[in-house]
Protein backbone atom coordinates (compact mmCIF):
# COMPACT_ATOMS: atom_id res chain seq x y z
CA UNK A 1 0.00 0.00 0.00
CA UNK A 2 1.60 3.38 -1.31
CA UNK A 3 1.00 6.00 1.33
CA UNK A 4 0.29 9.40 1.29
CA UNK A 5 2.31 12.47 2.44
CA UNK A 6 -0.29 13.88 4.62
CA UNK A 7 1.68 16.98 5.06
CA UNK A 8 0.05 18.01 1.76
CA UNK A 9 -3.49 17.32 2.71
CA UNK A 10 -3.08 19.66 5.14
CA UNK A 11 -2.77 22.84 3.12
CA UNK A 12 -5.96 24.36 1.12
CA UNK A 13 -6.59 22.14 -1.93
CA UNK A 14 -6.36 25.24 -4.46
CA UNK A 15 -3.78 28.22 -4.21
CA UNK A 16 -5.60 31.52 -3.46
CA UNK A 17 -5.26 32.83 -6.49
CA UNK A 18 -7.50 29.82 -8.12
CA UNK A 19 -9.92 30.60 -5.31
CA UNK A 20 -9.86 34.16 -7.38
CA UNK A 21 -10.35 32.85 -10.36
CA UNK A 22 -13.14 30.75 -9.37
CA UNK A 23 -15.02 33.48 -8.28
CA UNK A 24 -14.20 35.36 -11.21
CA UNK A 25 -15.43 33.22 -13.50
CA UNK A 26 -18.71 32.69 -11.96
CA UNK A 27 -18.76 36.25 -12.06
CA UNK A 28 -18.38 35.91 -15.93
CA UNK A 29 -21.04 33.23 -16.36
CA UNK A 30 -23.55 35.92 -15.86
CA UNK A 31 -21.77 38.86 -17.35
CA UNK A 32 -20.76 37.07 -20.57
CA UNK A 33 -19.17 40.62 -21.95
CA UNK A 34 -17.69 42.06 -19.16
CA UNK A 35 -14.23 43.96 -19.84
CA UNK A 36 -12.66 42.67 -16.13
CA UNK A 37 -9.54 44.47 -15.68
CA UNK A 38 -6.94 42.51 -13.48
CA UNK A 39 -4.95 44.53 -10.67
CA UNK A 40 -4.75 41.81 -8.31
CA UNK A 41 -2.11 39.23 -10.25
CA UNK A 42 1.14 39.44 -9.82
CA UNK A 43 2.19 38.55 -13.42
CA UNK A 44 3.62 40.74 -15.52
CA UNK A 45 1.73 42.33 -19.28
CA UNK A 46 4.99 43.81 -20.86
CA UNK A 47 6.75 42.21 -23.56
CA UNK A 48 10.31 40.86 -23.03
CA UNK A 49 13.10 43.37 -23.84
CA UNK A 50 14.87 43.17 -27.35
CA UNK A 51 17.98 42.19 -25.59
CA UNK A 52 16.82 39.02 -24.52
CA UNK A 53 14.87 37.78 -27.62
CA UNK A 54 18.18 38.30 -29.54
CA UNK A 55 19.71 36.11 -26.71
CA UNK A 56 16.98 33.74 -27.15
CA UNK A 57 17.61 33.71 -31.22
CA UNK A 58 20.98 33.44 -31.17
CA UNK A 59 20.89 30.74 -28.36
CA UNK A 60 18.74 28.47 -30.35
CA UNK A 61 21.28 28.72 -33.38
CA UNK A 62 23.74 27.53 -31.07
CA UNK A 63 22.20 24.53 -30.30
CA UNK A 64 21.02 23.72 -33.75
CA UNK A 65 24.89 23.37 -34.83
CA UNK A 66 27.12 20.23 -33.77
CA UNK A 67 30.05 22.39 -32.98
CA UNK A 68 28.27 24.90 -30.73
CA UNK A 69 25.34 22.51 -29.01
CA UNK A 70 24.71 22.30 -24.94
CA UNK A 71 23.15 19.22 -23.67
CA UNK A 72 23.79 18.82 -19.72
CA UNK A 73 24.96 22.17 -18.08
CA UNK A 74 26.14 22.57 -14.43
CA UNK A 75 23.37 22.05 -12.09
CA UNK A 76 24.39 25.61 -9.89
CA UNK A 77 24.63 27.83 -13.44
CA UNK A 78 26.88 28.54 -16.23
CA UNK A 79 29.78 30.58 -15.04
CA UNK A 80 28.71 33.50 -18.06
CA UNK A 81 25.95 34.15 -16.02
CA UNK A 82 27.36 34.15 -12.26
CA UNK A 83 29.79 35.74 -13.35
CA UNK A 84 27.52 38.50 -14.41
CA UNK A 85 25.85 38.48 -10.94
CA UNK A 86 29.05 38.96 -9.39
CA UNK A 87 30.13 42.05 -10.75
CA UNK A 88 26.46 43.29 -10.13
CA UNK A 89 26.72 43.15 -6.57
CA UNK A 90 30.41 44.23 -6.88
CA UNK A 91 29.23 47.62 -8.01
CA UNK A 92 27.11 48.06 -4.86
CA UNK A 93 29.82 46.95 -2.87
CA UNK A 94 29.25 43.81 -1.71
CA UNK A 95 32.33 41.21 -2.61
CA UNK A 96 30.44 37.49 -2.91
CA UNK A 97 32.36 34.30 -3.92
CA UNK A 98 31.08 33.17 -7.10
CA UNK A 99 30.69 29.56 -6.30
CA UNK A 100 28.13 30.65 -3.40
CA UNK A 101 25.67 32.20 -6.56
CA UNK A 102 22.99 28.91 -7.53
CA UNK A 103 20.79 29.45 -10.12
CA UNK A 104 17.37 28.83 -10.08
CA UNK A 105 14.41 28.62 -12.21
CA UNK A 106 12.86 31.66 -10.17
CA UNK A 107 12.48 32.46 -6.49
CA UNK A 108 9.75 30.37 -5.77
CA UNK A 109 11.51 26.96 -6.40
CA UNK A 110 13.92 27.94 -4.10
CA UNK A 111 12.26 29.74 -1.44
CA UNK A 112 9.74 26.61 -1.04
CA UNK A 113 12.93 23.98 -1.34
CA UNK A 114 15.08 25.37 1.06
CA UNK A 115 13.33 23.58 4.10
CA UNK A 116 14.34 20.39 2.54
CA UNK A 117 18.08 20.88 3.74
CA UNK A 118 16.71 22.62 7.38
CA UNK A 119 15.46 20.12 9.87
CA UNK A 120 12.40 19.04 11.35
CA UNK A 121 12.29 21.02 14.68
CA UNK A 122 13.43 24.33 13.43
CA UNK A 123 10.82 27.09 14.81
CA UNK A 124 9.74 29.27 11.59
CA UNK A 125 9.20 32.89 11.73
CA UNK A 126 6.83 34.71 8.78
CA UNK A 127 5.29 37.92 9.04
CA UNK A 128 1.25 38.01 8.93
CA UNK A 129 0.02 38.77 6.47
CA UNK A 130 2.64 37.29 3.87
CA UNK A 131 3.17 35.60 0.66
CA UNK A 132 1.37 32.30 0.98
CA UNK A 133 4.65 29.80 -0.50
CA UNK A 134 6.89 30.60 2.96
CA UNK A 135 3.82 29.29 5.15
CA UNK A 136 2.66 26.36 2.94
CA UNK A 137 6.37 25.09 2.05
CA UNK A 138 6.64 24.51 5.98
CA UNK A 139 3.49 22.31 6.23
CA UNK A 140 4.46 20.39 3.04
CA UNK A 141 7.62 19.61 4.20
CA UNK A 142 6.07 18.56 7.54
CA UNK A 143 8.01 21.31 9.85
CA UNK A 144 5.04 23.21 10.38
CA UNK A 145 4.22 21.28 13.93
CA UNK A 146 0.59 21.25 15.11
CA UNK A 147 -2.41 22.99 13.96
CA UNK A 148 -3.90 24.83 16.76
CA UNK A 149 -7.64 24.44 16.09
CA UNK A 150 -8.85 27.69 17.36
CA UNK A 151 -6.56 30.55 16.23
CA UNK A 152 -6.09 27.68 12.72
CA UNK A 153 -1.96 28.70 14.21
CA UNK A 154 0.70 25.90 13.69
CA UNK A 155 2.61 25.46 16.57
CA UNK A 156 6.22 25.08 14.62
CA UNK A 157 5.82 28.88 13.43
CA UNK A 158 5.53 32.30 14.66
CA UNK A 159 3.65 34.81 13.17
CA UNK A 160 4.64 38.08 13.07
CA UNK A 161 2.25 40.59 13.30
CA UNK A 162 2.18 43.27 10.90
CA UNK A 163 -0.52 46.14 11.26
CA UNK A 164 -1.16 49.50 10.53
CA UNK A 165 0.02 50.29 14.48
CA UNK A 166 3.73 48.90 12.92
CA UNK A 167 3.21 50.24 9.03
CA UNK A 168 2.53 46.70 7.93
CA UNK A 169 6.48 46.38 8.93
CA UNK A 170 7.44 42.90 10.90
CA UNK A 171 9.04 43.43 14.52
CA UNK A 172 11.47 41.21 15.88
CA UNK A 173 10.14 38.18 17.72
CA UNK A 174 10.32 37.96 21.40
CA UNK A 175 10.81 34.60 21.29
CA UNK A 176 13.74 32.70 20.37
CA UNK A 177 13.31 31.37 16.42
CA UNK A 178 15.49 29.73 13.87
CA UNK A 179 14.74 30.37 10.75
CA UNK A 180 13.04 33.78 9.67
CA UNK A 181 11.54 34.56 6.55
CA UNK A 182 11.88 37.99 5.41
CA UNK A 183 10.86 39.46 2.21
CA UNK A 184 12.09 42.96 1.08
CA UNK A 185 10.36 44.98 -0.37
CA UNK A 186 7.49 43.11 1.02
CA UNK A 187 4.52 41.36 -0.72
CA UNK A 188 1.77 41.38 -0.59
CA UNK A 189 2.44 44.90 1.87
CA UNK A 190 4.46 46.96 -0.78
CA UNK A 191 6.63 47.80 2.62
CA UNK A 192 10.04 48.14 2.82
CA UNK A 193 12.79 47.57 5.74
CA UNK A 194 15.46 50.00 5.68
CA UNK A 195 18.99 49.48 6.55
CA UNK A 196 18.59 49.93 10.37
CA UNK A 197 15.36 47.60 10.39
CA UNK A 198 17.62 44.71 8.24
CA UNK A 199 20.91 45.62 11.15
CA UNK A 200 18.46 44.66 14.12
CA UNK A 201 17.20 41.73 12.00
CA UNK A 202 20.91 40.34 11.42
CA UNK A 203 22.04 40.75 15.56
CA UNK A 204 19.21 39.15 16.20
CA UNK A 205 20.26 36.08 14.18
CA UNK A 206 23.91 36.41 14.80
CA UNK A 207 22.54 36.30 18.62
CA UNK A 208 20.39 33.66 18.42
CA UNK A 209 22.00 31.30 15.58
CA UNK A 210 19.06 31.66 13.53
CA UNK A 211 19.29 32.21 9.51
CA UNK A 212 17.27 34.67 7.58
CA UNK A 213 15.87 33.34 4.21
CA UNK A 214 15.49 37.09 2.63
CA UNK A 215 13.48 37.01 -0.30
CA UNK A 216 14.43 40.12 -2.85
CA UNK A 217 12.52 39.56 -5.60
CA UNK A 218 11.80 42.97 -6.05
CA UNK A 219 15.10 44.76 -5.14
CA UNK A 220 14.74 46.03 -8.45
CA UNK A 221 11.92 48.14 -7.68
CA UNK A 222 13.88 49.81 -4.66
CA UNK A 223 14.03 53.45 -5.10
CA UNK A 224 14.77 55.01 -1.93
CA UNK A 225 18.09 55.63 -0.63
CA UNK A 226 17.68 54.28 2.83
CA UNK A 227 16.44 51.01 1.73
CA UNK A 228 19.15 48.31 0.87
CA UNK A 229 19.22 46.44 -2.80
CA UNK A 230 21.07 43.06 -0.90
CA UNK A 231 20.85 42.05 2.74
CA UNK A 232 24.60 41.58 2.27
CA UNK A 233 24.87 45.45 2.57
CA UNK A 234 24.25 44.77 6.42
CA UNK A 235 27.28 44.11 8.07
CA UNK A 236 27.52 40.33 9.23
CA UNK A 237 24.68 39.63 6.82
CA UNK A 238 27.00 36.94 5.09
CA UNK A 239 26.99 34.74 8.08
CA UNK A 240 23.30 34.58 8.62
CA UNK A 241 21.40 35.35 5.32
CA UNK A 242 20.20 33.14 2.51
CA UNK A 243 19.26 36.05 -0.66
CA UNK A 244 16.64 34.44 -3.54
CA UNK A 245 16.09 36.68 -6.00
CA UNK A 246 14.94 36.68 -9.58
CA UNK A 247 14.27 38.26 -13.20
CA UNK A 248 10.53 37.47 -13.26
CA UNK A 249 9.14 40.62 -12.14
CA UNK A 250 12.14 43.29 -13.08
CA UNK A 251 12.55 41.44 -16.95
CA UNK A 252 9.59 40.02 -17.75
CA UNK A 253 10.34 36.30 -17.28
CA UNK A 254 7.38 35.09 -15.38
CA UNK A 255 7.30 32.89 -18.45
CA UNK A 256 10.64 31.89 -19.01
CA UNK A 257 11.83 30.93 -15.49
CA UNK A 258 14.75 32.54 -14.09
CA UNK A 259 16.72 33.73 -11.03
CA UNK A 260 19.38 33.14 -8.54
CA UNK A 261 20.09 32.27 -4.22
CA UNK A 262 23.54 33.27 -2.67
CA UNK A 263 24.75 30.68 -0.16
CA UNK A 264 27.63 32.22 1.51
CA UNK A 265 30.20 29.89 2.63
CA UNK A 266 29.95 31.83 6.03
CA UNK A 267 26.86 30.80 6.40
CA UNK A 268 26.77 27.90 8.91
CA UNK A 269 23.59 25.27 10.24
CA UNK A 270 24.25 23.11 12.95
CA UNK A 271 23.49 19.62 13.76
CA UNK A 272 21.88 18.23 17.02
CA UNK A 273 25.04 17.59 18.86
CA UNK A 274 25.98 21.66 18.20
CA UNK A 275 28.69 20.97 15.37
CA UNK A 276 28.57 23.44 12.58
CA UNK A 277 27.94 22.62 8.84
CA UNK A 278 28.01 25.47 5.80
CA UNK A 279 24.50 25.15 4.64
CA UNK A 280 26.36 25.89 1.02
CA UNK A 281 27.58 22.18 1.43
CA UNK A 282 23.78 20.71 1.43
CA UNK A 283 22.49 22.80 -0.99
CA UNK A 284 25.38 21.65 -3.19
CA UNK A 285 23.83 18.33 -2.35
CA UNK A 286 20.66 18.79 -2.89
CA UNK A 287 21.05 20.37 -6.77
CA UNK A 288 23.26 18.23 -7.86
CA UNK A 289 20.91 15.19 -6.79
CA UNK A 290 17.60 17.13 -7.60
CA UNK A 291 18.42 19.22 -10.80
CA UNK A 292 20.19 19.31 -14.28
CA UNK A 293 19.64 23.51 -14.09
CA UNK A 294 18.17 25.83 -15.70
CA UNK A 295 17.88 25.82 -19.18
CA UNK A 296 21.28 27.29 -21.51
CA UNK A 297 19.12 29.16 -23.80
CA UNK A 298 16.81 30.68 -20.86
CA UNK A 299 20.31 31.41 -19.48
CA UNK A 300 21.70 33.22 -22.01
CA UNK A 301 19.00 35.31 -22.36
CA UNK A 302 19.54 36.61 -18.48
CA UNK A 303 22.79 37.18 -19.07
CA UNK A 304 21.42 39.99 -21.64
CA UNK A 305 19.98 41.77 -18.97
CA UNK A 306 23.61 42.79 -18.05
CA UNK A 307 24.55 44.36 -21.01
CA UNK A 308 24.54 47.63 -21.47
CA UNK A 309 21.30 48.02 -23.62
CA UNK A 310 19.56 45.11 -21.51
CA UNK A 311 19.96 46.94 -18.12
CA UNK A 312 18.38 50.18 -20.41
CA UNK A 313 15.78 47.95 -20.86
CA UNK A 314 15.04 46.28 -17.74
CA UNK A 315 14.95 49.86 -16.36
CA UNK A 316 12.35 50.79 -18.32
CA UNK A 317 9.94 47.73 -17.61
CA UNK A 318 10.76 48.48 -14.44
CA UNK A 319 9.72 52.21 -14.00
CA UNK A 320 6.70 51.57 -16.46
CA UNK A 321 5.08 49.45 -13.61
CA UNK A 322 6.08 51.66 -10.95
CA UNK A 323 4.59 54.58 -12.35
CA UNK A 324 1.37 52.47 -12.50
CA UNK A 325 1.98 51.76 -8.50
CA UNK A 326 2.54 55.46 -8.02
CA UNK A 327 -0.66 56.35 -10.22
CA UNK A 328 -2.66 53.64 -8.29
CA UNK A 329 -1.49 55.17 -5.08
CA UNK A 330 -2.17 58.60 -5.70
CA UNK A 331 -5.64 57.26 -6.79
CA UNK A 332 -6.67 55.64 -3.85
CA UNK A 333 -5.30 58.18 -1.19
CA UNK A 334 -7.27 61.08 -3.46
CA UNK A 335 -10.29 58.90 -2.77
CA UNK A 336 -9.60 58.73 0.85
CA UNK A 337 -8.52 54.94 1.47
CA UNK A 338 -5.51 54.38 4.23
CA UNK A 339 -2.45 53.25 1.67
CA UNK A 340 0.59 51.32 2.03
CA UNK A 341 3.27 50.56 -0.68
CA UNK A 342 3.50 51.54 -4.11
CA UNK A 343 6.62 53.51 -3.52
CA UNK A 344 9.77 51.31 -3.81
CA UNK A 345 7.38 48.17 -4.67
CA UNK A 346 4.61 47.27 -7.74
CA UNK A 347 2.24 46.35 -4.90
CA UNK A 348 -0.16 48.97 -3.71
CA UNK A 349 -1.60 47.89 0.21
CA UNK A 350 -4.88 49.29 1.16
CA UNK A 351 -7.39 49.44 3.64
CA UNK A 352 -11.28 48.16 2.71
CA UNK A 353 -13.80 51.02 3.58
CA UNK A 354 -16.10 50.96 6.28
CA UNK A 355 -14.91 48.17 7.92
CA UNK A 356 -15.61 45.86 5.26
CA UNK A 357 -14.55 42.08 4.84
CA UNK A 358 -11.39 41.65 2.24
CA UNK A 359 -14.09 39.24 0.27
CA UNK A 360 -16.74 41.22 0.50
CA UNK A 361 -14.78 44.42 -0.82
CA UNK A 362 -13.42 41.91 -3.37
CA UNK A 363 -16.96 41.17 -4.79
CA UNK A 364 -17.96 45.15 -5.04
CA UNK A 365 -15.20 46.11 -6.87
CA UNK A 366 -16.06 43.03 -9.32
CA UNK A 367 -19.25 43.42 -9.31
CA UNK A 368 -19.39 47.32 -9.33
CA UNK A 369 -16.39 48.17 -10.92
CA UNK A 370 -15.33 45.11 -13.13
CA UNK A 371 -11.54 45.34 -11.51
CA UNK A 372 -10.33 42.60 -9.37
CA UNK A 373 -7.97 43.04 -6.66
CA UNK A 374 -6.13 40.44 -3.68
CA UNK A 375 -8.42 40.20 -0.74
CA UNK A 376 -5.73 40.63 2.08
CA UNK A 377 -7.52 37.92 4.27
CA UNK A 378 -5.57 35.44 1.59
CA UNK A 379 -2.15 36.27 3.24
CA UNK A 380 -2.97 35.76 6.71
CA UNK A 381 -5.28 36.69 9.40
CA UNK A 382 -3.88 39.89 10.12
CA UNK A 383 -4.67 40.66 5.62
CA UNK A 384 -8.09 41.24 6.35
CA UNK A 385 -10.12 44.10 5.60
CA UNK A 386 -7.34 45.04 3.09
CA UNK A 387 -6.53 44.50 -0.57
CA UNK A 388 -3.88 44.47 -3.00
CA UNK A 389 -3.50 45.68 -6.08
CA UNK A 390 -0.64 45.51 -8.12
CA UNK A 391 1.18 47.75 -10.96
CA UNK A 392 1.82 45.22 -13.35
CA UNK A 393 -1.74 45.84 -15.87
CA UNK A 394 -1.18 47.87 -18.95
CA UNK A 395 -1.12 51.68 -18.46
CA UNK A 396 -4.28 52.29 -20.31
CA UNK A 397 -5.95 49.42 -18.43
CA UNK A 398 -4.53 50.99 -14.73
CA UNK A 399 -6.55 54.39 -15.62
CA UNK A 400 -9.67 53.04 -16.62
CA UNK A 401 -9.46 50.99 -13.60
CA UNK A 402 -8.65 54.08 -11.02
CA UNK A 403 -11.52 56.17 -13.57
CA UNK A 404 -14.11 53.11 -12.53
CA UNK A 405 -13.28 53.24 -8.78
CA UNK A 406 -13.36 56.56 -8.72
CA UNK A 407 -17.04 56.60 -9.50
CA UNK A 408 -17.49 54.51 -6.29
CA UNK A 409 -18.99 55.60 -3.25
CA UNK A 410 -16.98 54.58 -0.35
Known amino acids: MALANEN ?59 GSFKGYGPPSGYDFLIEKIHKEYKSIGVSLDKESIFINDGAKSDIGNIGHVLGRDN ?13 N ?17 WSNIVYLHCSAETGFVPSLPNERVD ?4 CNPNNPTGTVLTKSDLKQWVDYAIEHQSIIVYDGAYESFINEPNVPKSIYEIKGAKKVAVEIRTYSKSAGFTGLRCGYSVFPPELMVYTKLGEDVPLIKLWNRRITNYTNGVSYLVQRAA ?16 DYYIENAKLIRDGLLALGFEVYGGISSPYVWFKTPNGMSSWKFFHQLLYEHEVIGTPGVVFGSSGEGY ?24
Not at 179 to 182: A, F, G, P
Open 123 to 135: IIAIADPVYPVYE
Open 179 to 182: VIYL
Open 303 to 318: EALYSRKGKQETSELV
Open 8 to 66: YLKTPEIYCYDEIDKRVNAYKVLHPSAKIIRLGMGDVTRPLPQEVIKALHSAVDEMAAE
Open 387 to 410: MRFTGFSSRENTLIALNRISRGKY
Open 137 to 153: ATIMSGRAGFLNEEDQK
